[in-house]
């Protein structure tokens, strides 16, 4: 597509509930990349994809969060046993090249999910 | 605190003025980068800059980087109505060569018509 995009826009689920969320980069783009942003903040790394592994997952903050790549395109987001601070916006974003001295990233309009 | 902070937090002008916003890093970096990001949206990257360049335009943009200082401004000239959002300065996080970056809070800039 011409641009990053996420699915779903918004998410409303009850605490402890599994909830996932999709990105679909732009068509080529090798390197994905998560990110989440609560209110108020700038947004913080969570992972980083270089084709379709886990090239950097340091950012997770925890087990219950774990995200795919299984073919090197779509990634899914997975959060587990979700909890009233998992409430954010969860952005991605793609990048044509390894490094940033290549480019800049192109984020997705994210995922704005509220946790009940 | 954290790597990558702007200031001021906020800021507020008519159309016409210019805003300028800060920003202040902690470690060596190879590059800067700025985003704007309108409420509720997803960032759009607006300009890079080099560790090896002290300024940089692009159209009603310029950025400035002081590595002897660590600091980053960026200057947005005849300002208008459209450039209400947020901006973030971003910076490698941990030495990195990928996109894991480092962002500030942000500068919330509001232009009055």
């Known amino acids: 597509g011409a641009g990053v995009s996420q699915t779903p826009s918004n998410k409303v689920t009850e605490k402890g509930k599994y909830v996932e969320l999709r990105c679909d980069p732009i068509s080529g783009h090798t390197a994905l990349y998560w990110y989440r942003q609560s209110l108020g903040q700038g947004p913080e790394f969570l992972i980083y994809?270089?084709?379709?592994?886990?090239?950097?997952d340091s950012g997770l903050p925890n087990d219950r969060f774990f995200a795919v790549r299984p073919e090197g395109s779509v990634s899914t987001l997975k959060i587990q046993r979700t909890e009233r601070g998992d409430s954010a916006m969860y952005l991605c974003?793609?990048?044509?090249?390894?490094?940033?001295?290549?480019?800049?990233?192109?984020f997705g309009e994210g995922s704005r999910l509220t946790v009940l | 605190s954290q790597q990558g902070e702007e200031d001021p937090q906020a800021l507020s002008i008519q159309e016409g003025e210019n805003a300028t916003m800060n920003c202040s890093y902690k470690t060596s970096i190879n590059n800067l980068q700025w985003y704007r990001q309108n409420s509720g949206r997803g960032l759009v990257h607006l300009i890079l800059i080099r560790s090896n360049e002290r300024e940089k335009h692009s159209g009603r943009l310029r950025v400035t980087l002081d590595t002897s200082k660590k600091s980053s401004s960026l200057l947005i000239t005849a300002s208008r109505a459209a450039d209400t959002a947020s901006y973030f300065c971003?910076?490698?996080?941990?030495?990195?060569?990928?996109?894991?970056?480092?962002f500030g809070q942000g500068t919330i800039l509001t232009v009055h018509p």
């Open positions: 971003a910076t490698p996080a941990g030495g990195t060569s990928y996109g894991k970056l480092t």
């Open positions: 974003a793609s990048s044509l090249y390894r490094g940033t001295n290549t480019g800049e990233l192109f």
């Open positions: 994809f270089q084709g379709t592994g886990a090239a950097d």
